[in-house]
């Protein structure tokens, strides 16, 4: 139980277009969904938070308007990355959270590789 | 602000040692810690989950204590295998009752020799 999904695995775009990230819970409803960014060699970054049914919390330094996160229902949310740049490719992992107990663990998802040419 | 800090940041050893991956964290106020795999190119793999009221955590041949007090966490690996090469992250949960984060460390980058 408690599988993560994300579609694409992968995805080329070019400079200046929109692409849009899923990310699934298989098995459970996340009511807490939570947005990575892992550059080469590097850690793990939060970007967002993201509640089911209300707006996301992005972290310091993380551009709203260009990473838009939905989290329309329990099982799903979903970052576009808008008018993407090369600086913008990165790999992006997506979490969930069970429930609303803080004490519950995340599972993540396999990561969207995203390169910008 | 939470720190995390993994050392060694490399580690390279024979197949059949064992070994201890160390992890330090700034802010003792954590719900739990957690440590994770990763393959190259890949995703996260939970490996152990230590709640902040409890002081180790095992499965197989991996062991994971936690000091909350001092700050610091050990993940021990015993009987290492080629199969076990992959970088290892150590992440703790803080944060408001609204939410909270995980907070990751630079990770140790595992190398198995056969």
């Given at each position: 139980?408690?599988?993560?999904?994300?579609?694409?695995?992968?995805?080329?775009?070019?400079?200046?277009?929109?692409?849009?990230?899923?990310?699934?819970?298989?098995?459970?409803?996340?009511?807490?969904?939570?947005?990575?960014?892992?550059?080469p060699k590097q850690s793990l970054m939060l970007m967002a938070t993201s509640n089911e049914?209300?707006k996301a919390t992005y972290e310091q330094g993380v551009e709203k308007d260009k990473f838009?996160?939905?989290?329309?229902?329990?099982?799903?949310?979903?970052?576009?990355?808008?008018?993407?740049?090369?600086?913008?490719?990165?790999?992006?992992?997506?979490?969930?959270?069970?429930?609303?107990?803080?004490?519950?663990?995340?599972?993540?998802?396999?990561?969207?590789?995203?390169?910008?040419? | 602000?939470?720190?995390?800090?993994?050392?060694?940041?490399?580690?390279?050893?024979?197949?059949?040692?064992?070994?201890?991956?160390?992890?330090?964290?700034?802010?003792?106020?954590?719900?739990?810690?957690?440590?994770?795999?990763?393959?190259?190119?890949?995703?996260?793999?939970?490996?152990?989950?230590?709640?902040?009221?409890?002081?180790?955590?095992?499965?197989?041949?991996?062991?994971?204590?936690?000091?909350?007090?001092?700050?610091?966490?050990?993940?021990?690996?015993?009987?290492?295998?080629?199969?076990?090469?992959?970088?290892?992250?150590?992440?703790?949960?803080?944060?408001e009752t609204s939410g909270s984060r995980l907070t990751f460390g630079e990770g140790t980058?595992?190398?198995?020799?056969?």
């Amino acid at each position: 139980g408690a599988v993560v999904s994300q579609h694409p695995s992968w995805v080329i775009c070019k400079s200046g277009t929109s692409v849009k990230i899923e990310c699934r819970s298989l098995d459970f409803q996340a009511t807490t969904m939570f947005w990575y960014r892992q550059f080469p060699k590097q850690s793990l970054m939060l970007m967002a938070t993201s509640n089911e049914g209300s707006k996301a919390t992005y972290e310091q330094g993380v551009e709203k308007d260009k990473f838009l996160i939905n989290h329309a229902s329990l099982t799903l949310s979903t970052l576009t990355v808008t008018s993407a740049h090369p600086e913008d490719s990165s790999f992006y992992i997506c979490s969930a959270r069970r429930g609303w107990n803080l004490l519950y663990e995340q599972y993540f998802g396999p990561g969207t590789r995203l390169t910008v040419t | 602000k939470q720190e995390v800090t993994q050392i060694p940041a490399a580690l390279s050893v024979p197949e059949g040692e064992n070994l201890v991956l160390n992890c330090s964290f700034t802010d003792s106020a954590i719900y739990n810690l957690q440590w994770f795999r990763q393959d190259p190119g890949k995703g996260l793999t939970s490996l152990l989950l230590i709640q902040s009221s409890q002081r180790e955590q095992t499965s197989g041949r991996l062991n994971a204590s936690l000091d909350k007090s001092s700050g610091r966490s050990t993940l021990y690996i015993a009987a290492s295998q080629p199969g076990d090469s992959a970088t290892y992250l150590c992440a703790v949960s803080a944060g408001e009752t609204s939410g909270s984060r995980l907070t990751f460390g630079e990770g140790t980058q595992l190398t198995v020799n056969p």
